[in-house]
């Protein structure tokens, strides 16, 4: 009973290590990215974390661990996906984040859970109820509402923000796909692995025929911005999300709330972005849409 006891603790302190890690390395690509945007083109910066990203976990995948490779459909559903979820989501994402602060794209990045309910419903022609629409409404008014004095202080733009809120419906609609689809056991970081490579190949084009020499600089803030994404973010934060979605998806979502609330402590701290009223009351209406979705999966 005590050695039970002790393993289910042991589990417990993992999940919870787990847990915390991902809500301060998952927002922080914002800021991250914001730096990054100081040295290098936006597609420069795409390119340069996702092949770095998806080239490790493809060594890792199958030249450490001897995974197989993906097979004849999957390659089609993986194809796809790093379309969606790499490509167009992270490459929007990144053009969004040079006229929208850190905080914010950690903000909307938060609010992912809400947006994919409601295309759920929609796609598959369920109801949407009245918790998930209220839950819509006051993700959407919380980041409407954190925006507010950051565009008057040129922090943010009504550009950037519909860019962002396009990035976030397009991860929505990635996220529904893979969902659907059958991966016959396929491991998760051989999947990530090559969706993460392929967008970048799907995005290559674009990167070299928008690429302009003078407006990227080859230096440490472009080295550490590209590190950091591939590494902590595109490769440890997705591998502990699965983590705790494998053990509990319930629970797992419920480390979103503390995404807003990290993101904007490291976007202070990084990029000196503003805290005021208006940031903590949006914040806020956001966990509270959050919490009323995963309150009514709950259910």
């Not at 396929?186 to 970048?200: A, C, D, R, V």
């Not at 407006?215 to 973010?233: D, E, G, H, M, Y």
């Amino acid at each position: 009973m005590n050695t039970t006891n002790k393993h289910q603790g042991s589990k417990e302190v993992k999940l919870f290590a787990a847990g915390l890690l991902f809500s301060v390395l998952w927002p922080s690509a914002a800021a991250a990215t914001k730096i990054g945007l100081q040295a290098a083109q936006p597609f420069v910066i795409c390119i340069a974390r996702f092949f770095t990203a998806g080239i490790i976990m493809l060594i890792i995948t199958h030249g450490f661990l001897r995974n197989r490779f993906p097979q004849k459909q999957e390659w089609k559903q993986i194809a796809i996906y790093g379309l969606l979820n790499i490509s167009l989501y992270l490459g929007l994402y990144v053009l969004a984040m040079q006229q929208v602060s850190p905080g914010l794209g950690s903000l909307a990045i938060a609010t992912n859970p809400v947006f994919i309910s409601v295309f759920s419903a929609l796609l598959f022609k369920k109801p949407v109820g009245p918790v998930i629409l209220v839950s819509l409404v006051l993700c959407i008014a919380g980041v409407l509402l954190a925006a507010f004095p950051l565009l008057q202080k040129s922090y943010a733009t009504p550009t950037g923000l519909l860019i962002l809120l396009l990035s976030m419906l397009i991860y929505s609609a990635g996220t529904i796909y893979f969902s659907q689809k059958n991966w016959n056991d396929l491991p998760m970081l051989t999947i990530n692995g090559w969706q993460t490579f392929l967008g970048g190949v799907f995005l290559l084009p674009l990167a070299v025929f928008t690429f302009h020499p003078a407006q990227n600089i080859w230096n440490q803030q472009f080295v550490w911005s590209v590190l950091w994404l591939a590494i902590p973010v595109s490769i440890i934060g997705v591998q502990l999300w699965l983590y705790l979605l494998k053990d509990n998806a319930v629970k797992a979502s419920f480390w979103l709330f503390l995404c807003p609330l990290s993101g904007f402590i490291i976007a202070h701290f990084t990029t000196h972005e503003p805290i005021g009223i208006y940031t903590v009351a949006g914040m806020l209406l956001v966990i509270g849409g959050l919490y009323l979705a995963q309150k009514k999966k709950k259910q």
